[in-house]
């Protein structure tokens, strides 16, 4: 039980007549690394909220390193997740130097508002920012960088916590075909160290699976098609059904490609 970082039991969300997501039954290990698929609007945003402890969910029950939804302090939870998404660069207010956007993450928030960190935690930055191949960049204001280093610089901003979970939303959209196999190859570093965080990634695509991803859950519609390890999921047959189309599959060393037929 202890090596659980997510445990979701029949869970479902809800809004209205709505349903976002339908019975879901899905755990994490602490030496896991996930990636969630399906097409738009399938629930994969919906799930990582929950798994971010940024949502509850409307039946079931969602366990959270150890800490059950709804009788936990989320303030409390969310400094030991690392959270990378769309939504939380959009709160970043556009002037922050790329340095404060990565070291204020000690404190969960965005902007910078304390005006002496502690040289061990600037320290910390400028080695993950190196990390992530973007240390050149620490004086920038954040609204000045491109999105491929916008997207660096948060994952760098995420691990800063030194998290027990990673959960990465669409880490590589937006991404030139550089910008994406560059942050592909650094997931994959970051997923193959036996010292990083079990991690959550939400996707579109499956050309940005990096190798060293251990696990797979295929979302449609809301409900779970498939999971389990990476290699019995991504199948031709579980993906057509996913994204409702005939397509065909094909894998180049550790990297899989995906066409209709
Ligand atoms: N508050 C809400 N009320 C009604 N429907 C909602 C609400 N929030 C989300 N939805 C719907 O729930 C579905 C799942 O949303 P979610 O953002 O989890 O999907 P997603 O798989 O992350 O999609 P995308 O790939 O487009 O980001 C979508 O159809 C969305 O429109």
Known sequence: MDDLVIRMDGVGVRRGETTLVADVNW????????????????????????????????EGTVDVLSERMGRTNVFELRPRIGLCSAALAARVPGEEPVRDVVVSAGWSVVGRWREQYDEMDTDRAAELLDLLGVAHLADRAFGTLSEGERKRALIARALMTDPELLLLDEPAAGLDLGGREDLVARLSALAMDPDAPASVLVTHHVEEIP??????????????????????VITEDNLSKTFDQDLELTRSGDRYFARRR
């Open 27 to 58: 755990s994490v290990e602490l030496d896991e690394r996930w990636v969630v698929l399906g097409p738009n609007g399938a629930g994969k945003t919906t799930l990582l909220k929950m798994a971010g402890a940024e949502m509850h969910p409307s």
């Open 211 to 232: 190798p060293g991803f251990t696990h797979a859950l295929l979302l449609r519609d809301g409900a779970v098609v498939a999971q389990g390890l990476l290699g019995d």
